[in-house]
């Protein structure tokens, strides 16, 4: 398995921005697609973005699409979340994922541990 360390959440105020990371262990990271999927308190995790392995295709949750982008450097291991236009109900903990092109979790099977985003109102 892909050891996934996600960086870069934090607090800010509704219409900012952040930018996630996800650090991979493994130069197998770049047979993976990666995705990105977030989890609020007392509601199920939710898909947000994947990209496909060579960043040929990507493909995102109707929620963020036209504010969020998915990216990633496989010289570097990593996958980037661009969140701009951010919204209370985007308040989560964001996890990332490597595994298949897939919006669904089982679709995946290394995660990384979280990192919390809270937007303000």
């Known amino acids: 398995q892909v050891q996934l360390v996600e960086s870069g959440g934090g607090l800010v105020q509704a219409g900012g921005s952040l930018r996630l990371s996800c650090a991979a262990s493994e130069r197998t990271f770049n047979n993976n697609a990666m995705g990105w999927f977030r989890q609020a308190p007392g509601k199920e995790r939710e898909f947000v973005a994947t990209?496909?392995?060579?960043?040929?295709?990507?493909y995102y949750a109707d929620s963020v699409k036209g504010r969020f982008t998915i990216s990633r450097d496989n010289a570097k291991n990593t996958v980037f979340l661009q969140m701009n236009s951010l919204k209370p109900e985007d308040t989560a903990v964001y996890y990332c994922?490597?595994?298949?092109?897939?919006?669904?979790?089982?679709?995946?099977?290394?995660w990384g541990q979280g990192t919390q985003v809270t937007v303000s109102s």
């Open positions: 994922a490597a595994g298949r092109y897939s919006s669904k979790w089982s679709g995946y099977d290394s």
């Open positions: 990209i496909s392995w060579n960043s040929g295709s990507t």
